[in-house]
């Protein structure tokens, strides 16, 4: 599952007019310690005079199939609190991801990519607080990695009206990670869809706090152990869909290597099951 990311409550303080320049090589701040890979490029300066100043990276960091954005930045001879949100694209403009600052994404392979800064950069110590849009480009050389684990669906298409059983096939790749892996399938909310197994494995979820008994009859939740390269595992399920259309989606929550690490774990897309009417 991906790392938790705590914004920090802002106070209410007055809007400060800013621009952004390039940053010169020695303003740069220093880039976050990262387990993994990492790339920096300079960013840009906010701010100035009352405002203070604050002298802003791009970073971006692999963790196995992850990217994580960053913008650290530095006020005078501290660092400083950084929050915000950004957008990545390629260079005929595509884009390919987006999202708060510090948090994991699927990583788009190698390439060079357009990203947009949106942030507000803060220090008590230095009395900065200054916001700003900023762009700049990076290119990442690392290669794509493989997925852990891959999850193919059989039959990949739903009727109305209609119970269908299909068969969810989970394969590990390789001895990377542990051998326990939680296989989700969620359909839409209110479509009057109902997904069931008969596996021990899974259940429906309850759908309030404990000691409800009330279950979610659209989601299924299936704990998945024992699986190991060259065997793969089938979860077969029972979907059952009302007069209307509903998608089916899945994902698989599963550990890393080194997955006793905490917020080591990922999340991976599985397939949709379609519906589509007679």
């Known amino acids: 599952m991906t790392a938790p990311f705590r914004p920090i409550a802002l106070a209410a303080l007055t809007t400060l007019s800013l621009w952004a320049t390039p940053v010169p090589p020695a303003a740069a701040a220093p880039a976050p310690a990262a387990a993994g890979e990492q790339r920096c490029v300079a960013g840009a300066v906010l701010g100035g005079g009352k405002s203070r100043r604050a002298d802003m990276r791009l970073c971006g960091s692999l963790d196995n199939s992850f990217l994580t954005l960053s913008a650290p930045a530095r006020?005078?001879?501290?660092t400083c609190d950084v929050t915000g949100t950004y957008r990545m694209?390629?260079?005929?403009g595509r884009q390919v991801a987006s999202g708060k600052l510090g948090t994991r994404t699927g990583y788009p392979g190698p390439g060079t990519y357009r990203v947009t800064v949106t942030a507000r950069v803060r220090s008590a110590v230095s009395?900065?607080?200054?916001?700003?849009?900023?762009?700049r480009t990076i290119t990442f050389a690392w290669p794509r990695p493989e997925p852990v684990h891959t999850i193919t669906v059989t039959p990949a298409v739903l009727r109305p009206g209609r119970t269908t059983a299909v068969t969810y096939t989970v394969t590990r790749r390789d001895l990377r990670?542990?051998?326990n892996a939680r296989l989700g399938m969620i359909g839409e909310e209110g479509k009057g869809v109902r997904i069931s197994s008969s596996d021990r494995q899974c259940s429906n979820p309850l759908?309030?706090?404990?000691?409800?008994?009330?279950?979610?009859?659209?989601?299924?939740?299936?704990?998945?152990?024992?699986?190991q390269p060259g065997r793969p595992v089938e979860v077969k399920v029972r979907v059952s869909l009302g007069k209307d259309c509903s998608t089916i989606i899945s994902k698989m929550g599963y550990w890393l290597p080194e997955g006793q690490?905490?917020?080591?774990?990922g999340m991976l897309q599985g397939p949709a099951l379609r519906c589509e009417k007679s």
């Open 177 to 179: 990670g542990d051998s």
């Open 127 to 135: 009395g900065t607080d200054v916001r700003g849009t900023w762009a």
């Open 75 to 78: 006020c005078g001879r501290s």
């Open 261 to 265: 690490a905490t917020y080591n774990g």
């Open 89 to 92: 694209a390629t260079r005929d």
């Open 207 to 227: 759908a309030g706090a404990y000691p409800s008994t009330e279950r979610r009859p659209h989601v299924l939740d299936c704990a998945l152990v024992d699986l």
